[in-house]
T-cell receptor, first 118, second 107 residues
Framework: GAVVSQHPSRVICKSGTSVKIECRSLDFQATTMFWYRQFPKQSLMLMATSNEGSKATYEQGVEKDKFLINHASLTLSTLTVTSAHPEDSSFYIC??????????????FGSGTQLSVL | RKEVEQDPGPFNVPEGATVAFNCTYSNSASQSFFWYRQDCRKEPKLLMSVYSSGNEDGRFTAQLNRASQYISLLIRDSKLSDSATYLCVINDYKLSFGAGTTVTVRA
């Protein structure tokens, strides 16, 4: 099956620093990748949709200047949390679809990044 | 009303028991439905799609009730390894996730 690689799996940083998270599709070309955030015991919340070669589309309430998304190639998308604060501590996870737009669209997820901001 | 709602549980069941739970959705035009399994601080993994006529995969049975707008998941002969959070995912114009139902199977 399709594989999506995400790293780092865990990062602890000081408040005010920036953290970059990478997401790669290993065996397929993902023109679209998605970034989610999940707080404990809550559902995955879509933050933004990342399209290769164009600007990301952010969901309402997500600050695009704080969460920088770059989709430089068909296999790589990055999320940079700029000037991180403790309230940004969360589980961040990316996904890519191998059948974008199909009614039976399935998502393949990266393994997630647990961010802890001190 | 939330787009997707699930009973958070937890459902604590002994090994070998049957456990079932539902997920309701608000958009009657939703096209496709999935159950994902998520272990603690891990990525969700697709368990099964849910078809209109209902479908089975081993000990897992999924059903769709369009009239009442819910899907269900039933786990028979539960194993310790079934302990996880089960997310329902609804595809309308975008994918919407439920918050998950936690199942704990005890020895």
């Amino acid at each position: 099956g399709a594989v999506v690689s995400q790293h780092p799996s865990r990062v602890i940083c000081k408040s005010g620093t920036s953290v970059k998270i990478e997401c790669r599709s290993l065996d397929f070309q993902a023109t679209t990748m998605f970034w989610y955030r999940q707080f404990p015991k809550q559902s995955l919340m879509l933050m933004a949709t990342s399209n290769e070669g164009s600007k990301a589309t952010y969901e309402q309430g997500v600050e695009k200047d704080k969460f920088l998304i770059n989709h430089a190639s068909l296999t790589l998308s990055t999320l940079t949390v700029t000037s991180a604060h403790p309230e940004d501590s969360s589980f961040y996870i990316c996904s890519a679809s191998s059948e974008r737009g199909a009614t039976n669209e399935k998502l393949f997820f990266g393994s997630g990044t647990q961010l802890s901001v001190l | 009303r939330k787009e997707v709602e699930q009973d958070p549980g937890p459902f604590n069941v002994p090994e070998g028991a049957t456990v079932a739970f539902n997920c309701t959705y608000s958009n009657s035009a939703s096209q496709s439905f999935f159950w994902y399994r998520q272990d603690c601080r891990k990525e969700p993994k697709l368990l099964m799609s849910v078809y209109s006529s209902g479908n089975e995969d081993g000990r897992f049975t999924a059903q769709l009730n369009r009239a009442s707008q819910y899907i269900s998941l039933l786990i028979r002969d539960s194993k310790l390894s079934d302990s996880a959070t089960y997310l329902c995912v609804i595809n309308d114009y975008k994918l919407s996730f439920g918050a998950g139902t936690t199942v704990t199977v005890r020895a």
